[in-house]
Structures are given as structure tokens and as C-alpha cells.
């Protein structure tokens, strides 16, 4: 099971970290990701990190802004966000692939098998 957490309502320029922990026992094998949905839009791609080497990939428009992390001994992934905008409102979902993903594949959502109950992102301008 995927645990998110870490949203809130931020202001413009406000920087919020989001965590997700699992709580199987098979964390360091998966490559985890972040998606998020906003109201009306389909869910989109964040930003992955692969396993093993650790390589992550990224949204154009939060490259610079956002940075993945994980941490394998406590089976957790992050997403620390910062300089965040309006648009970055959504609720923020983590998820793990089974999959030997790298690179921009770690933007494929159907390659993702579990997913967490997501956390609310809210950036008021």
C-alpha cells in the first residue's frame, strides 16, 4: 500500500514536500512515480525516479521546480516542490511500477501497478 502526504494549500512561490510511504516489502525493486489530476483534466505525468540507478525524469514544466527523491532503507519516495504556481493545483498521486522503468519511460502511466489515495495540492495566486 501507497501512503501520500504533504499537500495543503500554499500560497504562490510557497514550496511544499509531498512523501509517500509503502509499506510492502518490494519498495527498492519498483521505480515510483508522481501524477497528479486537476479538476476537469486527466492525470498527468510529475515526475518518476527509476530504480537501482536512481534516474528521474520530469514534466517540462516543473523541471527546475520540483525534485524527486527516494529512500529506499525507509521505503519512501518524495517530491519536493517549490516556486509553485496556480496551475500546479491538483491532487498529487504516487505510484509504483514493477516495471524496469527509466528515463522518460517513468512517464508512462499504464506501466504504473499501484497507486496511492492521493494528497490535494492548492496554490492560491
Known amino acids: 500500500q501507497l501512503q501520500a502526504s504533504g499537500g495543503g494549500l500554499i500560497q504562490t512561490g510557497g514550496s511544499l514536500r509531498l512523501s509517500c510511504v509503502d509499506s510492502?516489502?518490494?519498495?527498492?525493486?519498483?521505480?515510483m512515480g508522481w501524477f497528479r489530476q486537476a479538476p476537469g483534466k486527466e492525470r498527468e505525468f510529475v515526475a518518476g525516479?527509476?530504480?537501482?540507478?536512481?534516474?528521474?525524469h520530469y514534466l517540462n514544466s516543473v523541471k527546475g521546480r520540483f525534485t524527486i527523491s527516494r529512500d529506499n532503507a525507509k521505503n519512501t519516495v518524495n517530491l519536493q516542490m517549490t516556486s509553485l504556481r496556480p496551475e500546479d493545483t491538483a491532487v498529487y498521486y504516487c505510484a509504483a511500477s514493477t516495471s524496469g522503468l527509466t528515463g522518460p519511460s517513468l512517464s508512462l502511466v499504464y506501466f504504473y501497478n499501484y497507486w496511492g489515495q492521493g494528497t490535494q495540492v492548492t496554490v492560491s495566486s
Open positions: 510492502g516489502d518490494t519498495f527498492s525493486n519498483n521505480a
Open positions: 525516479i527509476s530504480r537501482g540507478t536512481f534516474t528521474t
